[in-house]
């Protein structure tokens, strides 16, 4: 019986039962098994804050470890490069265990010795050719390689670089995928780019909203794998509060079960009290940054919503701002780019962040 918190709000952690995102894994598994040529080996991950992008990453390093490749994980930032090369280096040179089919059986330092060079004199040759003779390697063996980057950022010069040379890589016929994680403004941003046109090709995850009976699933499992009960009108609070959003979830999950700690039945008080603090470390964490990085614009169009209902339209909020069509257009536009909003089948749209427009309203 598990006896700690199962629960994983802290950054970039993976829960003890990830929820709505078997589909994803199942795809992500499929594809490091048939490898080159799979449309899911460029794959990028789209998602407001807390939606769960770097602990989906993770959980397809996992997958892809499980399949016998190799895996590096880089954030975008300067330096990125590099970083992928000798993470390369030393994920390699450790793999030395007998693996069954497609596994690597071993990697010898004379055989690292082709490309050892590239870490150590980085001024003999550029980064591809020090990568390709890593990958030569790696060929030999017929082990892939996959390259994860959290934090998408387009004005970061090497990720451009990273995804231009990966298209070469892919023509190469080299066994190499590339599932990169972002906001949505800034994943929207790189794929347009006219330097990476192939990211349009891509396969784009976006990370919608967690169905209430996975939510609910998990939260059952989560509880009942630490030997505590929780009734089904409490468990419903619990979902409710979550709102189908990861991280939400994961707050809501943690101090809820905290509360109860040493109990072996989850009370009302132990909810109301975990969700009194899961609100408030949302709204810390989540709410105030996001209003944060918006501008005045944007700003005004997401007030005009707060009295509109659960689901606006353009004309209703143009009318509030005492603007045209076309200004809050444009307006609605920024704010799906950036995951504040979701926009719906009919054309109306609502916010997609939970209690944000109680928050506003404030």
Known sequence: MVTRNPFTPSFGIVPDYLAG????????ARAFEN????????TVIVGPRGSGKTALLACIGDSARDAGWLVVDTIAASGMLEDILQQSAAEASGL???????????ITVGQLIGFEWAVEDAGQANWRTRMSALLDVLGEHDVGLLITVDEIDPAVDELVQLASIYQLFVRERRNVALVM?????????????????FLRRARKRFLNRIADADARRAFRQSFEATGK????????????????FPYMMQLVGFNVWAESFGK????????????TAAREEFTENVLKSTVRDMSKGDLAFARAMVD????????????????????????????LKQGVLTEHDDKTFSFAIPLFREYLAK
Do not use: F, Q, W
Not at 21 to 28: K, S
Not at 264 to 275: A, D, F, I, N
Not at 313 to 332: D, F, L, P, Q
């Open 96 to 106: 030395v265990e007998p693996k069954p089919e497609k596994r690597l059986t071993g």
């Open 229 to 244: 009960e929780i009734a089904d009108d409490l468990l419903e609070k619990l979902v409710d509060a979550a709102d189908g």
């Open 264 to 275: 072996t039945t989850v009370t009302s008080e132990h909810v109301e009290r975990g969700l």
């Open 308 to 335: 509109c209902g659960e689901a606006c339209t353009i004309s209703e909020v143009a009318r509030r701002m005492g603007k045209g069509a076309n200004y809050a257009s444009t307006y609605k536009a920024r704010l």
């Open 35 to 42: 490898g080159l040529g799979d449309p899911n080996l460029a």
């Open 181 to 197: 994680a972002g906001l949505p403004k800034n994943a929207t941003d790189l794929v347009d780019d006219d330097r990476v046109t």
């Open 21 to 28: 995102r078997d589909r994803v894994l199942a795809e992500m």
